[in-house]
Each structure stands twice: as structure tokens, then as C-alpha cells.
């Protein structure tokens, strides 16, 4: 058994049950047939002992000095007439009158006599000259005294000779049932072979272990999403990643709040970033869950800081053309304008950092302007500080308003010719606010989803910056391309 499959040892299983519920069956039938025969044997011949006992004829020679003359014939005819094996009538002390063999006239009956006598009728099997049978003994009564007595009966040998008639025809149904049995249970093991590719129960134990202790090992959410959209498997990652309830397998992926499922996307589920990735399979579709906070975390620093030194080469960039300028004009000797020029463009330069500086007293936002307002200059870009601008170091995240204020310039840059940055503090409240005269923002789930103005559908900046602004416990409004976030103070 053990090398056989599962579907091979469910056949030989259930061929052998169906076998003992068919021969159970068919036993069970055969007693009660046994048993129904006997009692219709014992019925017929109860029948046939009291009509004769009661029979006029039997009173009448019973008075006959040679009884046996009239009652012998008598009892042959009804005999012959009802079927039964024997009739035999006796005096009361069992001497026989009549009997199928002539020869056991005047001998005594064989058999159980006292009940008739005390005027009862009775039935029994006993072993008499003719062999076993079914037989019944009942008075013949003349004025309240037992004048004579019957016996009729069936013998044992003809009852079952009628049920081995039937035993054939019970032996040909209980046949069909069994090839009816099989044959059903070859349909259900086909099907059976086909559902688990032949293998037996241990490799399939087996491929269950090893498929339980993947899923709760692997790091990765993992789900797998029916072809009707229901969510028919999820490992405990994804139950945490995606924050799944516990009844979450059998449900629609929509009731679930969970977004419909693509190729491969970034998503925010909570304060979480995380890379979705979906195949096809046979059974739906299965999706694939990666944490990213961490690594989007670092991926922002470094962007921030990337920022920084693109701000730094920008400074660069412009300080080198304007010293070329100025080295240029004195080459031509023409000093005074060289002079000039310089200190132009070293009072504007100054101007701008005096302005920041002396408006934004957190050293990392400040930096952060400064930095964004050299790459819009070096992109063509007029970036905008606003006189209301006017921010103390208010004990917020630094590094949650680089993402703020980063990515709202970031994108608004990318999308205008004209940006404008207004922050500053109000009723507990620091108010940044960002605008540019670009197309502004289509779409309200910009902070949730993946969303740009590049068109290729996997912006994250506006995502990041609605879960920056949640952490913070604030708010954010869009009115067009005006953007305004109010973060608590204090």
C-alpha cells in the first residue's frame, strides 16, 4: 500500500469497502429471506393443519372402525393440493392414521405433542421420518376433548431449495452493485490522480511541510489571488505587511481595502513602503510583498544629500562662469566694469543666503532652500521665497520636512517655469506652503498611490510626502497646483 499513490490506495480502500458493504448486503438479504421462507412455510402449514382439523371428514372417520381408510386418501389429496410435505393424523398418544409413506402408518409420530393435547396449537422444527422441517401440531376437538391431532408441515430441504433459487438471482444483483461500486470509485480516483499528480500520501505530507514552512519563513508577503478575485492565500508577512485580518483568505480583494493588483508598483500601506510584484499562475494570480521603509528611508537621505551636492555644483557651476566673466574683463582691461560685475552678482548671491538664513533658523531646511533655489536657476526655473517666510527651529523632524518641502519643490519645479515656497509659523501650526503656475495635480490619491507628472505611472514623491505629513499628525490641502501642509508645533 505504502508504494502505491493516494489515488491507488483510495481505490483498493474503497473496492474493498464497497465489497463488504455488497457482501454484508447480500448476507443480510439472505437471512431474512431464510427467515421470511421459514415463517411463510410455518403459515402455510399452520393453515393447512387447522382446516384439517376442523374438517367434518376427519370428525366423521375418526369413527370408522379402520380410520385409516377414510383419513389416508384425504390427507394425500389436501397434501397434494396445498403443497406442504406432509399431514399426518394421529390418535392422542401419537399413533399415526395417515402419513406420506404407508409404511409409517400405525407407528408413532415423532415430534412435541403436550401443548396440542392441553388443546393449543403450536409450531416447531424437528428432525422427523422425512428429515427436518417446518411443522405444526393442532387438536381435533369433539366437545371440549382432544379426539385426534394434525400435523402438517414443510421440510428444512425444500425451504432452502427455494432460497437457493432466489441465492442466484440475489448473487447477479449484488455483481451489478459491486461493478457499479467500482466503477464509481474508478471515476473519484481519476479525478483524484489528476488533482494530486499521482503522488502518495507521503510525498504529499511531505510537500505540505515544506509549503507551510516556506510560507511562514519567507520575510516576503505572499498572496494568492483567485481568477474571481478573492484572496485564497496570504502568509503571516503579508497578514502583517498589509495589516490583514485574521479572516482574510475567502474574501474579495476589494472588501479588503487591498489596491487591484499590477505587474509591479510601489505602494503606502500605512507608514510602509512596499513593492508590490504580480504573476500570472494557473490558480489566479500571485502576488509578491516587499518591505522598502527601511530602504526608501535611506534611498531618501542619500537623495537628500545627493540634492545637496547637486546644489553645490550648481553654486559651483555659476561662481566659475561668473570668475570667468570677471577674469575675462580684466584680460580686456577693463576693470572697473570686472568691479562692478562682481559685486553685482556677489551682493545678489549674498542677498539670497542672508534672506534664508536670516528667515529659516533650521539649519537643514535653510541648506534645503538654498540648495533647491541653485538647481531652479541652473534649469531656468524663477523659484520664489516668500516675504512671509519665517521659520525658528520648531522641534519638528528635520529629516521629515527634507521630505516635505523636497519633493513639493522637487515637483514643482519639474512641472513650472515659476515656483514660489511660502513657511512660517501660525497658531501652533508650521505652514508650508508651495504653488507654481504648472497644470497642478489631477487625481486624489496622489498621496497614497504612485503618482507624476513624468506619465510613467510610479511617481512616489507625493505618496512620501502624505505619509511624512500623517507621522507629523498633520494635514495637507491642493487647491489646483497650490499645495499646503499645516504640521503642529511645540
Request: glycine content about 12%; some cysteine.
Amino acid at each position: 500500500m505504502r508504494r502505491l499513490s493516494l489515488a491507488g490506495q483510495m481505490l483498493v480502500l474503497q473496492l474493498l469497502v464497497v465489497a463488504v458493504a455488497v457482501v454484508g448486503g447480500a448476507v443480510l438479504a439472505l437471512v431474512q429471506a431464510h427467515e421470511l421462507l421459514t415463517d411463510e412455510a410455518g403459515g402455510t402449514a399452520r393453515a393447512v393443519a387447522v382446516s384439517v382439523a376442523n374438517s367434518p371428514e376427519v370428525l366423521a372417520a375418526l369413527d370408522e372402525p379402520d380410520p385409516t381408510a377414510e383419513l389416508q386418501p384425504y390427507a394425500e389429496r389436501v397434501r397434494l393440493a396445498t403443497g406442504v410435505d406432509f399431514i399426518t393424523i394421529m390418535k392422542p398418544d401419537g399413533t399415526r392414521y395417515t402419513h406420506p409413506n404407508p409404511a409409517e402408518i400405525g407407528k408413532r409420530f415423532l415430534g412435541h405433542t403436550e401443548a396440542a393435547l392441553a388443546g393449543r396449537t403450536f409450531t416447531e422444527t424437528y428432525r422427523g421420518t422425512l428429515g427436518p422441517s417446518r411443522r405444526v401440531v393442532t387438536p381435533v376437538m369433539r366437545n371440549g376433548e382432544v379426539r385426534a391431532l394434525v400435523s402438517a408441515g414443510i421440510s428444512i430441504d425444500r425451504i432452502s431449495a427455494r432460497l437457493r433459487g432466489q441465492l442466484a438471482w440475489g448473487a447477479l444483483i449484488a455483481l451489478l452493485a459491486l461493478a457499479l461500486g467500482a466503477g464509481g470509485t474508478w471515476l473519484v480516483t481519476v479525478r483524484l490522480r489528476r488533482q494530486t499528480h499521482g503522488l502518495g500520501p507521503v510525498e504529499l505530507g511531505r510537500i505540505h511541510g515544506h509549503h507551510d514552512a516556506v510560507l511562514h519563513a519567507v520575510r516576503e508577503g505572499l498572496l494568492l489571488v483567485g481568477k474571481d478575485g478573492t484572496l485564497t492565500l496570504c502568509n503571516d508577512a503579508a497578514r502583517t505587511l498589509l495589516d490583514l485580518p485574521p479572516d482574510a483568505e475567502g474574501r474579495p480583494v476589494a472588501e479588503l481595502g487591498l489596491p487591484d493588483h499590477e505587474e509591479e508598483r510601489i505602494l503606502l500601506i500605512g507608514e510602509r513602503v512596499l513593492a508590490v510584484n504580480s504573476a500570472p499562475s494557473r490558480l489566479g494570480t500571485v502576488v509578491t510583498v516587499r518591505d522598502h521603509t527601511e530602504l526608501q528611508a535611506l534611498t531618501g537621505q542619500l537623495d537628500a544629500e545627493r540634492g545637496f551636492a547637486d546644489s553645490l555644483r550648481s553654486v559651483a557651476h555659476e561662481s566659475a562662469n561668473r570668475l570667468h566673466t570677471v577674469i575675462t574683463l580684466v584680460e580686456l582691461g577693463r576693470s572697473g566694469e570686472a568691479v562692478a560685475f562682481g559685486t553685482k552678482e556677489l551682493r545678489t548671491a549674498q542677498q539670497l543666503t542672508d534672506r534664508v538664513m536670516g528667515a529659516v533658523r533650521e539649519p537643514v531646511l535653510a541648506a534645503l532652500l538654498l540648495g533647491k533655489s541653485a538647481e531652479a536657476a541652473e534649469r531656468g526655473v524663477e523659484l520664489v521665497i516668500g516675504h512671509d517666510t519665517e521659520v525658528d527651529d520648531v522641534g519638528v523632524d528635520p529629516g521629515q520636512l527634507v521630505t516635505i518641502v523636497g519633493n513639493l519643490l522637487d515637483n514643482a519645479i519639474d512641472a513650472a517655469s515659476k515656483v514660489e515656497v511660502d513657511i512660517q509659523v501660525k497658531a501652533e501650526n508650521l505652514i508650508i506652503k508651495v504653488s507654481d503656475d504648472g497644470p497642478g495635480l489631477t487625481g486624489s490619491d496622489a498621496f497614497t498611490k504612485g503618482w507624476t507628472t513624468k506619465g510613467d505611472g510610479h511617481g512616489l514623491g507625493l505618496a512620501l510626502v502624505g505619509q511624512a505629513v500623517r507621522k507629523l499628525g498633520g494635514t495637507i490641502e491642493v487647491a489646483g497646483s497650490a499645495f499646503t501642509v499645516k504640521v503642529p508645533v511645540g
